[in-house]
């Protein structure tokens, strides 16, 4: 009798109702084979586990690459370890940078002014041709210098204007010069057409510490340089004056509503009769630059300088000092090569020192000790600000051992909080102004 092969749906059925649990068993067996064969089985819960991971991943990968790369304490540990880590893995940041940002590009061509005048009646690239070849950027592309008013920075200004030809950066020097605080929509404005510039740039003006972090924009590196408080403030006081060697009538513009009497007035007078100009909060200048756009960032106060000493412990590459000029440059040039390299051959060339010549004050003398006495009490904090910028300089020196002499301070503290325990002989009114101009230059310096 021959066997019945149907594949019939009826005769199947049929024969699963009459299937064994050894058969069921068996195939199932062979339906999981390949998955038993595997050391583990995923459940519904592992599987969930790694979806989420994977996403947490991504997600994290983005943001990472989205605000700029790494956190700021690798950044410090970058730097930390040496320069040559630190354009190695800068490059790779920039890098990353530029392909988050490739619509900046476009934004620099609508939004900024000179690179508008450059591409005047020719077709954009951008356009024409699609995005433009990525350009990797040595880090850091944006730099902030916002220079305190008379320490040095015309000087630099102008080595600056040199290297941004030699070294093809974009430069761009504010004219504003007597508008250091700003509104919140002034700060915000300002700091986005900062953002705009195209990279690599170095942007400076006399303006407040600007927050970018705060606002959620991508912060640059800033760097600064300060002087003495004393020497800053007398430079500053003869200046708005009598000008520089450039020609004295530049005074006359700078300060034309200013008085004869006010003009010619005594800087003794200024400082032992508190004369507005020579007493606070007028002559506590150089903290709110580094303190920032905050309203008790005026007030000499113990607040305003640790709030100062945090920012720039956080947010400055680098913080000279004007009388280890050299020094600073030759640290920019090891920090910053592709802005400052070749900067001291420029400095120490004939051609510039006749041009640096020019930024000197004219008229400049010193006061009595008395005078400077008392406007250094007025100035402990920012002397103890000064004295703490000098420290971390030296510091940083040391660490990528740059061994140099460091000149001492035009103003001792020490010398000038002595002064309130002599008890000299009383002398004839000329003999005095005399004495005390003698012993006045053979302690300060005349920078």
């Not at 000098?390 to 061994?403: E, V």
Request: hydrophobic share 35%; proline share 6%.
């Amino acid at each position: 009798m021959m066997k019945n092969f149907s594949s019939s749906p009826s005769h199947n059925s049929n024969n699963n109702h009459h299937q064994t649990p050894n058969h069921i068993r068996e195939r199932h067996h062979r339906k999981h084979g390949l998955l038993s064969a595997l050391p583990w089985r995923f459940s519904l819960r592992g599987y969930g586990f790694c979806m989420a991971a994977l996403f947490l991943f991504c997600f994290g990968s983005l943001f990472y690459q989205l605000n700029g790369g790494a956190p700021r304490i690798l950044l410090d540990i970058r730097q930390y370890l040496g320069l040559s880590w630190k354009s190695h893995w800068s490059g790779k940041r920039a890098t990353s940078r530029l392909i988050i940002h490739k619509d900046r590009v476009e934004r620099h061509l609508v939004s900024c002014p000179h690179d508008q005048k450059a591409r005047q009646g020719e077709s954009t690239y951008l356009n024409d041709h699609g995005p433009p070849t990525q350009r990797v950027l040595p880090f850091p592309s944006q730099v902030v210098y916002n220079r305190v008013g008379k320490c040095g920075s015309r000087t630099v200004v102008i080595l600056l204007r040199l290297l941004a030809e030699k070294h093809n950066f974009n430069l761009v020097s504010s004219d504003i010069h007597n508008k250091t605080r700003l509104t919140k929509h002034e700060q915000v404005d300002l700091m986005k057409n900062i953002s705009k510039i195209p990279q690599p740039f170095l942007y400076t003006r006399h303006v407040h510490f600007l927050n970018f972090t705060r606002f959620r924009i991508e912060e640059p590196v800033y760097i600064n340089i300060i002087r003495d408080p004393i020497s800053r403030f007398l430079s500053n006081y003869f200046f708005r004056r009598f000008g520089d060697w450039r020609g004295e009538q530049n005074h006359l513009i700078r300060t034309p509503g200013m008085k004869d009497d006010e003009r010619y007035l005594d800087i003794n007078v200024c400082i032992l009769e508190n004369y507005p100009e020579c007493s606070n909060p007028r002559v506590f200048y150089i903290i709110p630059y580094f303190c920032g756009q905050h309203p008790q960032c005026r007030e000499p106060g113990v607040w305003a300088l640790e709030r100062a000493k945090q920012n720039v412990l956080e947010n400055y590459l680098l913080v000279g000092v004007l009388e280890e000029l050299e020094d600073v440059l030759l640290m920019l040039e090891r920090l910053l090569p592709h802005y400052f390299s070749g900067v001291l051959n420029i400095y120490k060339s004939p051609e510039y020192r006749k041009m640096g010549n020019l930024t000197g004050t004219v008229r400049k003398h010193t006061p009595t000790l008395e005078a400077l006495q008392v406007l250094y009490h007025r100035m402990r904090y920012e002397y103890e600000f000064y004295d703490f910028i000098r420290d971390q300089f030296h510091l940083m020196k040391r660490k990528i051992g740059l061994r140099s002499v460091s000149r001492p301070p035009a103003y001792p503290p020490d010398f000038l909080r002595k002064l309130a325990l002599r008890t000299p002989e009383p002398l004839d009114e000329d003999e005095e102004l005399d004495s005390d101009l003698e012993d006045a230059n053979s302690w300060l310096d005349h920078p």
